[in-house]
């Protein structure tokens, strides 16, 4: 951070904010709740798929909070076995969650000058869905609120394998009520919230051709490296020295969190130094 | 359900694979953070890492919708719109769901 009084300030109302506040855990999870039917219901399917393939319910249950990671435990619990194939499983996920590389390193700007041990506990929890919401929470965006998305899912997730495990079927078909459309339909919707003006469309337009290519070309999720790899290129391409100016700003503007959580009276500090400068 | 299945039972060989599953995506996870946090403020990088979640999430969403079919794509497209016009994540979402629903009632998939 070069703004002199910036870091000043950030450390002056960092002791008081806290980085997992109660309430901003709960307005985190609130903010997943649109996601309530589809998590239940998909979790459930997992329950009755990990029930045929021979986990028990604690053990898919464990894996639901050890791992937290809904496509890539599909994945692996269609691929279990009585000898369970661990290196493929593990191989499998590791290629699945690929993105998980790229959706940490989106997330520096919630965790700005937090401490090692907020980035150690705060980074488990993180889906792709609690993440997109707090990615377009532009003046909230806090690791309480990722992590009290990721608390409410995780929740509702294990609810949905317990259900779907001791039901063993009779779940209502996602496709049906287009629960499975869901996740598609929030991603979408975020995108929208991702603006910020004029230097993304053409790493948009980049993420999304890439990722079409990709969706034709290349085996399971490889798509989201391709349309992402694809929007990095464009951007590192298409910067130019003054966008600094705009890329700035942007980053400011997720550091409003302070603004936010610090204390009643202390909140006008931020806006009194950047008049100033 | 002929036998009532074994809720409790943890064998060894199923809780390592599974602590290799959580260990492979918690240090991608925390790995991508502590590079970006390695990475320059300022600059190009900052730049790159600025357009990074959309691309991401863009890279998410439009293969499935693809996977949808038609009726996926003409969901897909009344959610931004719905969300460009009334800012609304319930609003986009139920549109969206609403018009894959009634399609695969009427048109199928």
Redesign the interface.
Same mark, same amino acid.
């Given at each position: 951070m070069s703004r002199p009084g910036q870091t000043e300030n950030q450390t002056k109302t960092q002791p008081h904010a806290g980085h997992f506040d109660s309430d901003t855990i709960r307005r985190g999870a609130l903010a997943c709740m649109p996601l309530l039917p589809s998590t239940i219901i998909f979790g459930a399917v997992l329950g009755v798929l990990a029930a045929q393939r021979g986990l028990s319910l604690g053990e898919l249950l464990f894996m639901s909070l050890a791992v937290f990671a809904g496509s890539a435990q599909f994945v692996s619990v269609d691929l279990w076995r009585e000898t369970i194939p661990s290196a493929t499983i593990i191989i499998a996920t590791a290629v699945i969650n690929m993105r998980y590389v790229l959706i940490g390193a989106s997330l520096r700007p919630v965790f700005r000058g937090r401490p090692l041990w907020v980035k150690v506990t705060g980074m488990h929890m993180v889906a792709d869905e609690n993440w997109a919401v707090s990615m377009t929470q532009k003046d909230l965006a806090n690791p309480g609120f990722l992590l009290g998305g990721g608390m409410f899912l995780g929740v509702v997730w294990a609810t949905g394998n317990t259900v779907g495990y001791l039901l063993g079927g009779g779940i209502p078909d996602p496709e049906v009520y287009a629960l499975d459309f869901a996740f598609t339909a929030v991603f979408a919707a975020l995108t929208i919230g991702m603006w910020k003006g004029r230097v993304d469309l053409l790493p948009w337009i980049a993420a999304a051709i890439g990722s079409i290519i990709g969706h034709y070309t290349l085996p399971g999720t490889w798509s989201i490296l391709a349309g992402a790899g694809a929007g990095v290129a464009v951007a590192a391409l298409t910067w130019r020295e003054d966008m600094d100016d705009d890329s700035l700003e942007a980053e400011f503007a997720v550091e409003g969190r302070d603004a936010y959580i610090a204390p009643e009276g202390t909140a006008d500090i931020t806006p009194a130094t950047e008049t100033g400068k | !359900?002929t036998q009532f299945?074994? @809720?409790?039972?943890?064998?060894g060989?199923?809780?390592?694979?599974? @602590?290799? !599953?959580?260990a492979?995506?918690?240090g !991608? &996870? @925390?790995?991508?953070?502590? !590079?970006?946090?390695r990475?320059p403020?300022?600059? &190009?990088w900052?730049?790159?890492?600025?357009?990074?979640? $959309?691309?991401?999430?863009?890279?998410?969403?439009?293969?499935?919708?693809?996977?949808?079919g038609a009726i996926?794509i003409a $969901?897909?497209a009344a959610?931004?719109i719905? %969300?460009?016009l009334a800012?609304n @994540?319930?609003a986009? %979402?139920a549109v969206? %769901?609403?018009l894959?629903?009634v399609g &695969?009632c009427f048109i199928g998939?």
């Open positions: - | !359900m299945p074994d @809720l409790t039972s943890f064998s060989e199923a809780v390592l694979t599974i @602590l290799g !599953m959580a492979v995506t918690y !991608m &996870r @925390l790995g991508g953070l502590l !590079m970006a946090d990475l403020q300022h600059g &190009r900052a730049h790159v890492l600025e357009r990074l979640p $959309g691309a991401v999430l863009i890279s998410v969403w439009v293969p499935s919708a693809l996977s949808a996926g $969901g897909a959610t931004v719905t %969300m460009a800012r @994540l319930f986009a %979402m969206g %769901m609403v894959v629903g &695969r998939s």
